[in-house]
């Protein structure tokens, strides 16, 4: 007898499983089973389909004509800090720019003195928030980088959270040391640089990824190379934030180091993107960031995708420059500024996500870890569609129900 049978599905998203990510015209392509069920035993899918025969259960979940999908991914997060900096939201608004607010006290620099100041415990329990906020929201698979302590102490603290965290909470992790994600005020950049190099010996322990900002007023493409250089010898694999704001050649670097995924891309050039589809690295979009910052220029994905390239979607959940933990915000904003279509968008933030961060999550295929949600909409694309709400009702890690939404309020 099987654990569990979800039963009354309207429709059932199936992403594809592959041991590659979905590259331009596959990531239109997205099957949608009507009148579906699916059948757990011991946390894993038995069969995820069509209704089929009767399957014996210990327990059953009734749909009640929801559509059900994979357990969403977000392969680019910064969910570990201390502080936060609403209070530099009215003065971007009034025009301050960033090195303004930098003198100031504010900007990154500010979450580093917050993450530095702040214990173990402290970053757990604000991270504890945002994880859970996560998974009521349909996401069970997230990364998590450090980045905001700059120094040993601080980035191996935010790694041990992190790890804490995919202990604690029902919910996958993949870890990554971005301790070169900006220079502390005062400091000599490739001194610097160096420091975090070293770091990596110890840093190996916690993470899965190192990552770097390669950006202009930060690190440079020949400076990223070493340190991705050296992080590959230690056998992690890599990432990058890249060509954000200025074309410096990140994405191309990302290429050449064989990085595992490529993340902001606003500004990555038309060579970048065109090498795209001769390469199994995972454009990360973060429209979520751009949206916040009140820019006009998104990252291309029409060109990235239409090129044959492999695209997925993250919040960048940070505390500076985009504070959600939603999502399907993200999916709606991909929808009006991305030109994604909801088939694209699905695969961008289950299977293509996944493999963003080497994860084999995403899909609902025999043998998987059933991590599945069950959503309060009509079909798939009415969930980028009707933007800014929670839609998840419930949601199934290892077969288990964690999150279930209350009932409607009575009058």
């Known amino acids: 007898m099987n654990d569990t049978v979800v039963k009354n599905i309207k429709s059932l998203i199936l992403p594809k499983k592959t041991d590659q990510p979905l590259k331009g015209q596959e990531m239109d392509e997205l099957e949608i089973i009507a009148d579906a069920m699916v059948v757990i035993d011991e946390g894993k899918i038995v069969y995820a389909g069509a209704v089929t025969e009767v399957y014996d259960a210990k327990e059953t979940i009734d749909a009640k004509g929801m559509i059900a999908s994979p357990a969403l991914v977000d392969p680019h997060t910064h969910v570990v800090h201390g502080g936060s900096r609403e209070h530099e939201m009215s003065l971007k608004r009034q025009g301050v720019d960033y090195l303004k607010i930098l003198e100031k006290g504010g900007g990154i620099l500010n979450t580093v003195e917050q993450t530095r100041n702040a214990s173990h415990e402290a970053l757990f329990d604000k991270a504890s928030k945002n994880i859970t906020r996560m998974i009521q929201h349909g996401v069970l698979t997230v990364e998590s980088k450090s980045g905001y302590g700059l120094d040993r102490e601080n980035e191996l603290k935010q790694l041990k959270v992190s790890r804490e965290i995919h202990e604690r909470f029902p919910i996958q992790m993949r870890h990554t040391y971005l301790g070169p994600h900006a220079v502390p005020k005062g400091r000599d950049n490739e001194e610097f640089l160096n420091e975090m190099i070293e770091l990596l010996d110890e840093a190996q322990d916690y993470a899965d990824f190192a990552d770097i900002f390669c950006e202009t007023g930060v690190f440079t493409v020949e400076q990223s190379r070493r340190y991705m250089e050296a992080a590959r010898k230690r056998g992690l694999k890599v990432k990058i934030h890249a060509d954000e704001i200025d074309p410096l050649g990140g994405l191309e670097l990302a290429m050449e180091q064989n990085a595992i995924s490529a993340d902001h891309l606003v500004a990555a050039s038309e060579t970048g993107k065109s090498m795209l589809k001769d390469s199994d690295i995972v454009a990360v979009l973060l429209p979520g960031t751009t949206f916040y910052l009140g820019k006009e220029k998104f990252a291309d994905a029409r060109g990235m995708l239409d090129n044959g390239g492999a695209v ?62 069950l959503w309060d909409a009509p079909n798939h694309e009415y969930i980028p569609y009707h933007y800014g709400v929670n839609h998840a009702h419930t949601v199934i890690a290892g077969g288990r129900t964690v999150y279930e939404r209350p009932g409607l309020l009575s009058y």
């Open 312 to 373: 997925s979607l993250a919040t960048d959940y940070n505390p500076g420059s985009c504070v959600t933990d939603n999502l399907q915000m993200i999916m709606a904003i991909a929808a009006l500024k991305l030109k994604m279509t909801p088939n694209e968008i699905w695969n961008a933030v289950t299977v293509n996500a996944a493999h963003a961060i080497n994860a084999d999550k995403g899909t609902l295929t025999e043998g998987d870890e059933a991590n599945l949600v």
